[in-house]
């Protein structure tokens, strides 16, 4: 690659910095689908390109340039160790914590400076893998750094500098493949290793051009993807691929280290004692956050399901994705069956962060609802993790549909619509994201209708028309068994709450044709309740068909035997799913509610 005649840069300040950041993760954004298609270590989840593109994607939304490159390189770190995703994310992240720690309080940094910083950013990232692995981004990073390093003596200018290396980084990313027996038996070289070469090769394009107003004004858009030989697909050891953040944390992270190998694979631990980022691949992600929970605060959790992503790669049965939220009541066999991807409503106990269903089981949440001073509280699915989903779907599908819990429950449903426009731009694909207006097993049941739909072949437009009528012909009746988890939850009032105690009333909350949650009826005892909600599906069938129904419980499987006897009843059929209702549902409805949900033809 021919040596530049732009003006030379012989002092890098923090403008400088975040300007080539941009060009290089701009490349990456740009090529993450292909990306995806050549991850096959240390899973072939395909997710490679999304992980790195959403790592770095935090910086052009959080950062802003600052004169001084110390205080630009710190921004810089923390903005991606916080949001760093998948093993070749936090790898990234690791080098950049390095070089940010491993720079002193310059406004500007010369080139030996920078060449010194660079090598000794090396030696975090290998301390902060488990088990190094020679052939991935961790080779080509270190000789990327051991040239750099080498060779500053023989230039005045970091652009010239820069340019130089590219050799040493295409020779070191060719090799990957002599190094790793699985890239060469797929013949592809190492995803992570080549997105950190996509990243410097977008600087130097940025070194040639120097235009900063279109750089900055360009909008990501995903490049169309040459051919590529479909890699071997091999089944994941481990389902998840974890991920937390853990506030002044308690144990360092050999200690750390050693705690995270009795749950699993692939460990990472990024980042100091202040903010640590740990990443593993896991079968039991609930018991690893129970056992973590000493260790410091944990902020941040992310639990992606492997063995979903690998099949949306390499096992595909239906040419249109379908994405709901875990206040989505279905069985695990459907779930599976469908391929449905679930996203995890967020739990908080205090500081404590955790994902509904996946971080966090029923009785583990129970447990903590009886014994921990703070009550739980939700927050939607921000928008970042539907646009991390979507993108990795749309690398691989025709379209997605999502449908989600009502949105006058949370801001869940807008979040995931405001990631579909973004993606559907930056892929050309439909992305179209429904309002349930439903919550529990009413959304399950949507969803399965949805599935079944995709599985017949429909059209991604016929479904989205027919599943509008299917919304509007479900109902859930959800009856309580004590009020004492709505006054905690801040449901009831604790002077209402104690007048209906007195009086010994429990409700059957349902939901409204708009969405929003309603005390349906009150009796003085949750028998009562249930035979009202009975008496009540009688009526409002009227002679109509009941397509489906699921039954749930929060540890109450009497209630819930009693609702399918009566059920069955009526339909002439067994539910199509008896589910023990979600946390983040049960902090509402507490121990011993039970529910039944149904669907006309």
Request: proline share 3%; glycine share 6%.
């Amino acid at each position: 690659m021919a040596l530049t005649r732009a003006i030379p840069l012989t002092e890098m300040d923090g403008r400088n910095l975040y300007y080539t950041f941009v060009a290089g993760a701009r490349k990456v954004i740009e090529h993450q689908v292909e990306l995806n298609k050549i991850n096959v270590f240390p899973v072939n989840d395909g997710d490679t390109g999304t992980n790195l593109a959403s790592t770095i994607r935090s910086v052009l939304e959080m950062i802003r340039p600052h004169r001084s490159f110390k205080i630009t390189a710190d921004r810089i770190a923390e903005a991606i160790l916080i949001n760093a995703r998948g093993n070749s994310g936090i790898i990234f992240a690791q080098f950049f914590y390095g070089l940010s720690a491993e720079t002193g309080e310059y406004k500007s940094i010369t080139i030996k400076q920078f060449a010194e910083s660079v090598q000794r950013s090396v030696r975090y990232v290998y301390e902060a893998v488990a088990e190094p692995v020679e052939g991935t981004m961790l080779t080509v990073i270190r000789e990327w750094a051991d040239y750099i390093y080498k060779s500053w003596p023989r230039f005045y200018d970091f652009n010239n500098l820069l340019l130089s290396s590219f050799e040493i980084l295409s020779r070191s990313l060719t090799e990957t493949k002599n190094k790793l027996k699985i890239l060469a038996r797929n013949n592809v070289v190492d995803a992570g290793a080549k997105g950190f070469v996509l990243f410097i090769e977008g600087i130097i394009e940025f070194i040639h051009s120097r235009n900063i107003k279109a750089l900055i004004q360009a909008r990501s858009v995903t490049a169309s993807l040459p051919a590529i030989e479909e890699v071997i697909p091999e089944k994941p050891l481990f389902r998840y691929c974890t991920e937390a953040l853990i506030k002044n944390c308690l144990a360092d992270s050999k200690s750390l280290i050693k705690t995270l190998e009795e749950f699993g694979d692939s460990i990472v631990v990024a980042g100091s004692d202040k903010i640590r980022r740990i990443h593993l691949h896991t079968n039991t992600p609930a018991l690893l956050f129970d056992n973590l929970r000493s260790t410091g605060t944990i902020t941040f959790q992310k639990a992606d399901d492997m063995v979903r992503q690998s099949e949306v790669v390499y096992n595909r049965k239906w040419k249109i994705a379908l994405v709901t939220d875990s206040t989505c009541d279905l069985s695990e066999q459907h779930i599976d069956h469908y391929q449905i991807n679930m996203v995890p409503i967020n739990i908080h106990f205090g500081e404590n962060h955790y994902l509904d269903k996946i971080t966090i089981q029923p009785d583990q949440f129970y447990n903590l609802l009886n014994e921990s001073p703070d009550y739980p509280k939700s927050s939607q699915i921000n928008e970042k993790t539907f646009s991390n989903v979507y993108s990795h779907l749309a690398s691989h599908y025709d379209s997605i549909i999502g449908i989600h819990l009502s949105d006058k429950l949370s801001g869940t449903y807008n979040s995931s619509l405001k990631a579909a426009k973004v993606v559907s731009r930056e892929f050309g694909k439909p992305v179209t994201v429904l309002n349930s207006k439903n919550i529990s097993g009413a959304l399950g049941l949507t969803v399965l209708r949805i599935a079944q739909a995709i599985e017949k072949g429909y059209a991604h437009d016929q479904i989205t028309e027919m599943a509008e009528r299917w919304i509007n012909d479900t109902r859930v009746y959800v009856s309580v068994r004590t009020l004492k988890y709505l006054i905690r939850g801040g449901r009831l009032s604790a002077f209402r709450g104690l007048i209906a105690r007195a009086l010994n009333i429990n409700p059957i909350v349902s939901i409204d044709e708009t969405g929003k949650a309603i005390v349906f009826d009150k009796t003085f005892n949750q028998k009562a309740n249930m035979e009202k909600v009975m008496r009540h599906v009688r009526t409002v069938t009227g002679g109509r068909k009941i397509w489906n129904y699921i039954v749930l419980h929060a540890s109450n499987t009497e209630a819930a035997e009693w609702y399918i006897k009566k059920m069955e009843e009526i339909t002439n059929k067994k539910p199509a799913s008896v589910v023990d209702i979600s946390p983040i549902i049960g902090a509402n409805t507490g121990m011993g509610a039970a529910a039944v949900s149904f669907q006309f033809e």
